[in-house]
């Protein structure tokens, strides 16, 4: 071997030779056994794995070993592409914010000529040969669907929406959450509000840990105080909303408006708000995110940030047909603004309310 070339690099080379050959089929051996055979450090081994994974040409699935991406693109197309969210998801594809994206997914798709297929369960996609029946899958992210993300990047072309991949070299088209929830904070603060409390969604993905953050940096741009008791801690349902409401109206003073992370708990809080006698706006003002369909229909109409659909749509299809295309990708991850839509549900500042 040649010893002035870095070690590593030797055995990046060495996997390389072996897949061409096909000594290496699918999985590797694992690293203490080929630093054994190579006579190289097991850190060597790791180091030269890991740059062969971020160049695509390996995927580690955590428990199961590494093994060697399909890099065969000769696979007839099929002029269908998947569209993918965990079937932990409540509602699924009905739920109101999901429909939308699969409804703007199938309209691009068809447009250009492509099919939409949508599943929940990969073990249950592979057992019934779907797979082979896509020539590529965008999928709604969430970091407990990475070793999924994985298993369907070693096979098809993935782009991910909604969160980013912990695997960067799977593309994404994101919502910027942060500076769309500091819109929404400054547009209350414009109609005198200063006492503003905010249901979270679930914080176990960038969306709502993006969207707490965006309201703290809300208080902070305009020398607000952070009171955690003005946070609740919701789940983006619509019963979370209610729940949400009943918990502000146990306060000793209830908050002149509240900033919401999505329609559905938004509109649950006007519905339990208006049981207690609260009026919207005129008691409280009330905004949401997402701007889903029964936004605009209410009485009255939710004032809600609008989540880019069709954009993310679009995007996300573009970068997948490139993909599919065999092109490099110019920009992998894009992430969109999201634009405050004023409806009715928001007023200047009730001075029973102010602070």
């Given at each position: 071997m040649d010893l002035a070339t870095p070690k590593y690099i030797l055995v990046e080379n060495y996997i390389k030779e072996a897949i061409r050959k096909k000594t290496i089929v699918e999985k590797l051996p694992g690293e203490r056994t080929l630093a054994k055979e190579l006579g190289f450090s097991y850190m060597t081994i790791r180091k030269a794995i890991d740059n062969l994974v971020t160049e695509g040409i390996l995927y580690k699935v955590p428990t199961k070993g590494t093994f060697v991406a399909d890099r065969n693109n000769s696979r007839k197309k099929t002029m269908t592409i998947g569209y993918f969210l965990d079937n932990s998801i409540e509602a699924g594809v009905s739920s109101p914010y999901y429909?939308?994206?699969?409804?703007?997914?199938?309209?691009?798709?068809?447009?250009?000529?492509?099919?939409?297929?949508?599943?929940?369960?990969?073990?249950?996609?592979?057992?019934?040969?779907?797979?082979?029946?896509?020539?590529?899958?965008?999928?709604?992210?969430?970091?407990?669907?990475?070793?999924?993300?994985?298993?369907?990047?070693?096979?098809?072309?993935?782009?991910?929406?909604?969160?980013?991949?912990?695997?960067k070299t799977i593309p994404s088209v994101i919502i910027d959450n942060f500076n769309a929830v500091v819109d929404s904070f400054d547009h209350l603060y414009a109609l005198g509000h200063r006492r503003i409390g905010f249901m979270t969604g679930l914080e176990d993905s960038d969306v709502g840990k993006d969207r707490c953050?965006?309201?703290?940096?809300?208080?902070?741009?305009?020398?607000?105080?952070?009171?955690?008791?003005?946070?609740?801690?919701?789940?983006?349902?619509?019963?979370?909303?209610?729940?949400?409401?009943?918990?502000?109206?146990?306060?000793?003073?209830?908050?002149?408006?509240?900033?919401?992370?999505?329609?559905?708990?938004?509109?649950?809080?006007?519905?339990?708000?208006?049981?207690?006698?609260?009026?919207?706006?005129?008691?409280?003002?009330?905004?949401?995110?997402?701007?889903?369909?029964?936004?605009?229909?209410?009485?009255?109409a939710l004032t809600t940030i609008a989540a880019p659909i069709e954009d993310i749509s679009n995007h996300a299809f573009d970068l997948l047909l490139s993909m599919i295309q065999g092109e490099t990708l110019e920009n992998k991850h894009i992430a969109l603004p999201a634009k405050v839509v004023v409806r009715q549900s928001c007023a200047y500042v009730n001075k029973k309310f102010a602070a």
């Open positions: 429909s939308l994206i699969f409804n703007a997914l199938e309209k691009v798709a068809a447009k250009n000529g492509y099919a939409l297929s949508y599943f929940t369960d990969l073990d249950l996609a592979s057992s019934n040969n779907i797979l082979s029946r896509l020539d590529g899958v965008i999928a709604s992210c969430f970091p407990r669907i990475e070793n999924t993300l994985q298993s369907l990047k070693q096979v098809l072309p993935v782009v991910a929406i909604d969160n980013g991949s912990a695997d953050a965006g309201y703290r940096n809300g208080l902070n741009k305009h020398g607000l105080d952070m009171d955690e008791t003005l946070v609740y801690r919701g789940n983006y349902s619509f019963k979370s909303g209610l729940k949400g409401a009943d918990y502000f109206l146990s306060l000793d003073k209830l908050p002149s408006a509240i900033l919401c992370a999505n329609d559905s708990m938004a509109l649950g809080a006007i519905r339990e708000l208006d049981n207690h006698g609260i009026k919207v706006p005129q008691d409280i003002s009330i905004i949401g995110f997402d701007d889903i369909d029964v936004a605009s229909q209410v009485i009255p």
